[in-house]
């Protein structure tokens, strides 16, 4: 029997074990309120936003808290924190790292600034980190290479600065880095090549220069590298080329010079190759690998020179093409044609010649088909519109093709943009009403004709269409009033250099959202239509070289996002509107070779250092055209011997050249000589200023024929 005050041995054992049962909850306790404080700090020192609403100290159950994950097994500790777009601004609280079982970090499309804090270094077990699409600022700090454990890293669309910090690269376990659009310098580190586990690698559109490391090419996992729009240097690594995990390999915008390894181009693993945009040398070579798994050859603008090999055919998988804007020169090879998966064919801006093959006519899966601006030769197909039948955008202005407008093309439903101009296609302009996603119509400098415009009127049926251009066509007649019911959409109409007659159709006031017109250098006739004060969204309106009369309409300055305005070579009279001052944005104002009085508005004279520019240089209503050329066959009118030149603001003489006109000054105002010539002699002019100039008064010089 045990002795008085003694417990059995079992009995003790029992209450230890439910001392240590008891005992847990506290120490669960203790470890979760230290992550429900972290979060409560965090909440502090973001601004207020939707996600916080059930963060509040009286709440326990953090884990139920909107964008916090905990673990599933006690103690029950926070392991990811995803607050992505959730309009949180502000800087990124330092007290995240008190998290420290965190595991997964997402802050992206959010407002937050600042830099971002170097205690994030602290959360050794961190996998994924995105701080994406926000507005941090400073250097990428070093202290994350202590995250030991990251996979993720994501960085992008921020504006950081500095360099990459080279100790990234003792994260071995990364396997995604993405440092794209921001401000970071320096040269890409060489040991990301040697990342054993990296697929990954996207450090676009930074200020990243010096060369390619080839160390890159060394990586047996490397899938997707993008270091494009980033100055930079050297050529393309042989060992990148040869890389036998890479899928898609993106170099856009750098210069990047030399010849385009050979091997990049028979590849048994690249997807996407996108070069363009480089001084990249050398011809194209030929195309040998067995069943290539390209998709995607982008190599436009570079000055690759040379043939098209007929081996491009080889790629049989091919679904774009892109070799626009190089030195290519001979014949389109017929194998492109025979490629069955292709949708979009770039050649534009070449020097190819000869006729098109029939087969880049017949591809039935082509949705856009560049061949603008070469030398190519012979008809269009006739019945091209049935050949083409998914077709979007034919671009193919700039060659020598030539005969009737197929017109088989209406038929061609899924056109959004047809430019054909600049080219010797014959016929009458044919009606495209038929084709309902019609966006961009280009005709210029053909030798098609008018009609009775009733192809004005079919466009009305066209309700995307925004923009029209007839530029160069000889056409006759009057402009008919159908032109008001083009799509309400239009931004775009150019009508210059035809002989189109009578008067501009005041109807022309209904399409609210132009932004270009180009009626110049036609023969219109009669006033220019107050209507025109409806165009809100009008940047360029050029009416020069016509035959209008009458006044300009008052309802001028109601134009207030004009940037360039020309109605020289008219016979407009009356006063200038005082109300062009109203038309802040004006850069280019011509109103010579008409009748018209008065001085330019001191409004419309000077903005945010913007000067109108009137006839090559000056500002006055008669002044004479400048000596040179005379473009595009436009009426020059007789030198007159003497005149007179008013200017509403002093602040434009300095930039009147006579030497342009051929014109000497006979009575220079007071302090004229000061201010006219070099830049340099502009400095400290006040002081030389008349009573007359610092009222801004009207200024008249007076000019005769040198």
Not at 108 to 131: F, M
């Given at each position: 029997?045990?002795?008085?005050?003694?417990?059995?041995l079992g009995?003790v054992?029992?209450l230890?074990?439910f001392t240590?049962i008891?005992?847990?909850p506290i120490?669960i306790?203790?470890e979760?309120?230290?992550?429900?404080?972290?979060l409560l700090?965090?909440e502090?020192?973001?601004?207020?936003?939707q996600?916080f609403t059930a963060?509040?100290?009286?709440?326990?159950?953090?884990c139920n808290?909107h964008?916090v994950?905990?673990?599933?097994?006690?103690?029950?500790?926070?392991?990811e924190l995803?607050?992505a777009?959730?309009g949180?601004?502000?800087?990124?609280?330092?007290?995240i790292?008190k998290?420290s079982?965190l595991r997964k970090l997402?802050?992206?499309n959010?407002?937050?600034h600042?830099?971002i804090?170097?205690e994030l270094g602290?959360?050794?077990?961190l996998?994924?980190?995105?701080?994406s699409?926000?507005?941090?600022?400073g250097?990428?700090p070093a202290?994350?290479?202590?995250c030991?454990?990251?996979?993720?890293?994501?960085?992008?669309?921020?504006?950081?600065?500095?360099?990459?910090?080279?100790?990234l690269?003792q994260c071995?376990?990364?396997?995604?880095i993405?440092?794209?659009?921001?401000?970071?310098q320096?040269?890409?580190?060489f040991?990301f090549?040697?990342l054993?586990?990296?697929q990954i690698?996207?450090?676009?559109?930074?200020r990243?220069?010096?060369?390619?490391?080839p160390?890159?090419?060394s990586?047996?996992?490397l899938?997707?590298?993008?270091?494009?729009?980033?100055p930079?240097?050297?050529g393309?690594?042989e060992s990148?080329?040869?890389?036998?995990s890479l899928?898609?390999?993106?170099?856009?915008?750098?210069?990047l010079?030399?010849e385009i390894p050979?091997?990049?181009?028979?590849?048994?693993?690249?997807i996407?190759?996108?070069?363009?945009?480089n001084n990249?040398l050398?011809s194209l070579?030929?195309?040998?690998?067995?069943?290539?798994p390209l998709?995607?050859?982008?190599l436009g603008?570079?000055y690759?020179s040379?043939?098209i090999?007929?081996?491009?055919g080889?790629?049989?998988?091919?679904?774009?093409?892109?070799?626009?804007q190089?030195?290519?020169?001979?014949?389109?090879?017929?194998s492109?044609g025979n490629?069955?998966?292709?949708e979009?064919v770039?050649?534009n801006?070449?020097?190819l010649s000869g006729t098109?093959?029939?087969?880049?006519?017949n591809?039935s899966?082509l949705k856009?088909?560049g061949?603008?601006?070469?030398?190519?030769i012979?008809?269009?197909?006739s019945d091209?519109g049935?050949?083409l039948?998914n077709?979007q955008?034919?671009?193919?202005?700039g060659?020598k093709?030539?005969?009737?407008?197929?017109t088989?093309?209406?038929?061609?439903?899924?056109?959004?943009?047809?430019?054909l101009?600049n080219n010797?296609l014959t016929?009458f302009?044919?009606?495209f009403?038929?084709?309902?996603?019609?966006?961009?119509l280009?005709?210029s400098?053909n030798m098609?004709e008018?009609d009775?415009?009733?192809?004005?009127s079919?466009?009305?049926n066209?309700?995307r269409?925004?923009a029209?251009l007839?530029?160069?066509m000889?056409?006759?007649g009057n402009?008919p009033r159908s032109?008001?019911?083009l799509?309400?959409?239009m931004?775009?109409?150019?009508?210059?250099?035809?002989?189109?007659?009578?008067?501009?159709?005041?109807?022309?006031?209904?399409?609210?959202n132009?932004?270009?017109?180009?009626?110049?250098?036609?023969?219109?006739t009669?006033?220019?239509?107050s209507t025109i004060?409806?165009l809100?969204s009008?940047v360029?309106?050029a009416l020069?070289?016509n035959n209008?009369?009458?006044?300009?309409p008052?309802t001028?300055?109601n134009?207030?996002?004009?940037n360039?305005l020309k109605l020289?070579g008219n016979n407009?009279?009356?006063?200038?509107?005082?109300?062009?001052g109203?038309?802040?944005?004006?850069?280019?104002?011509n109103?010579?070779?008409?009748s018209l009085?008065g001085?330019?508005?001191?409004?419309?004279?000077?903005r945010?250092?913007h000067?109108?520019?009137?006839?090559?240089?000056?500002?006055?209503?008669r002044?004479p055209a400048?000596?040179?050329?005379n473009?595009?066959?436009?009426?020059?009118?007789?030198?007159p011997?003497?005149g007179d030149?008013?200017?509403?603001d002093d602040?434009?003489l300095?930039y009147?050249?006579?030497?342009?006109f051929?014109l000497?000054?006979?009575q220079?105002p007071?302090?004229?000589?000061?201010?006219?010539?070099?830049?340099?002699?502009?400095a400290g002019?006040?002081?030389?200023?008349?009573?007359?100039e610092r009222?801004g008064?009207?200024?008249?010089l007076?000019?005769?024929?040198?």
């Amino acid at each position: 029997m045990a002795s008085p005050g003694l417990l059995p041995l079992g009995l003790v054992w029992l209450l230890s074990i439910f001392t240590n049962i008891c005992s847990q909850p506290i120490a669960i306790s203790n470890e979760t309120e230290s992550d429900r404080q972290a979060l409560l700090c965090i909440e502090t020192q973001l601004s207020e936003a939707q996600v916080f609403t059930a963060w509040s100290n009286a709440s326990l159950e953090l884990c139920n808290w909107h964008g916090v994950t905990c673990s599933a097994q006690s103690p029950r500790r926070v392991i990811e924190l995803n607050m992505a777009s959730q309009g949180i601004r502000g800087d990124i609280p330092p007290c995240i790292a008190k998290l420290s079982s965190l595991r997964k970090l997402q802050l992206s499309n959010n407002s937050l600034h600042g830099v971002i804090p170097s205690e994030l270094g602290l959360l050794s077990k961190l996998s994924i980190l995105n701080l994406s699409m926000n507005s941090l600022e400073g250097n990428i700090p070093a202290e994350l290479v202590s995250c030991s454990q990251l996979q993720i890293l994501d960085l992008s669309n921020n504006s950081l600065s500095g360099e990459i910090p080279p100790s990234l690269s003792q994260c071995t376990h990364l396997q995604e880095i993405n440092l794209s659009s921001n401000k970071l310098q320096g040269r890409i580190p060489f040991a990301f090549g040697n990342l054993p586990w990296l697929q990954i690698l996207v450090l676009a559109a930074n200020r990243l220069s010096g060369t390619i490391p080839p160390s890159l090419g060394s990586s047996l996992s490397l899938i997707h590298v993008d270091l494009g729009s980033n100055p930079l240097m050297g050529g393309i690594p042989e060992s990148l080329a040869k890389s036998p995990s890479l899928q898609i390999l993106r170099l856009i915008s750098n210069n990047l010079t030399g010849e385009i390894p050979k091997a990049l181009f028979n590849s048994s693993s690249l997807i996407v190759i996108c070069l363009q945009k480089n001084n990249l040398l050398g011809s194209l070579p030929t195309f040998i690998a067995p069943s290539p798994p390209l998709k995607h050859l982008n190599l436009g603008d570079n000055y690759l020179s040379g043939t098209i090999p007929p081996s491009i055919g080889n790629l049989s998988s091919l679904i774009t093409l892109y070799l626009n804007q190089n030195k290519l020169v001979g014949s389109i090879p017929q194998s492109i044609g025979n490629v069955p998966t292709l949708e979009k064919v770039n050649l534009n801006i070449n020097s190819l010649s000869g006729t098109v093959p029939p087969s880049l006519f017949n591809m039935s899966s082509l949705k856009y088909l560049g061949m603008a601006n070469n030398s190519l030769i012979g008809k269009l197909p006739s019945d091209i519109g049935y050949t083409l039948p998914n077709i979007q955008d034919l671009i193919l202005p700039g060659n020598k093709f030539e005969g009737p407008f197929p017109t088989s093309l209406l038929h061609a439903y899924n056109l959004r943009r047809l430019y054909l101009a600049n080219n010797s296609l014959t016929g009458f302009i044919p009606f495209f009403g038929s084709l309902p996603n019609l966006e961009k119509l280009d005709l210029s400098y053909n030798m098609l004709e008018a009609d009775d415009w009733g192809f004005l009127s079919s466009l009305s049926n066209c309700s995307r269409l925004i923009a029209l251009l007839l530029e160069g066509m000889n056409l006759h007649g009057n402009l008919p009033r159908s032109i008001g019911k083009l799509s309400i959409s239009m931004k775009e109409l150019w009508l210059r250099n035809n002989k189109i007659s009578g008067p501009i159709p005041p109807e022309i006031g209904n399409l609210k959202n132009l932004d270009t017109v180009f009626m110049d250098y036609n023969l219109f006739t009669g006033n220019i239509p107050s209507t025109i004060a409806n165009l809100h969204s009008l940047v360029y309106l050029a009416l020069a070289q016509n035959n209008l009369t009458g006044q300009i309409p008052d309802t001028i300055g109601n134009l207030v996002q004009l940037n360039d305005l020309k109605l020289d070579g008219n016979n407009l009279s009356g006063g200038i509107p005082a109300t062009l001052g109203q038309c802040t944005q004006l850069k280019i104002l011509n109103l010579a070779h008409n009748s018209l009085e008065g001085s330019i508005p001191k409004a419309a004279s000077r903005r945010q250092g913007h000067l109108p520019t009137l006839a090559g240089g000056a500002t006055a209503s008669r002044l004479p055209a400048p000596r040179g050329p005379n473009p595009r066959g436009a009426r020059r009118p007789q030198l007159p011997a003497r005149g007179d030149l008013t200017l509403a603001d002093d602040g434009l003489l300095p930039y009147l050249r006579t030497r342009a006109f051929g014109l000497r000054i006979e009575q220079p105002p007071p302090g004229f000589a000061n201010r006219v010539g070099k830049k340099e002699r502009r400095a400290g002019r006040t002081d030389r200023m008349s009573e007359q100039e610092r009222r801004g008064s009207p200024i008249v010089l007076r000019w005769a024929a040198a």
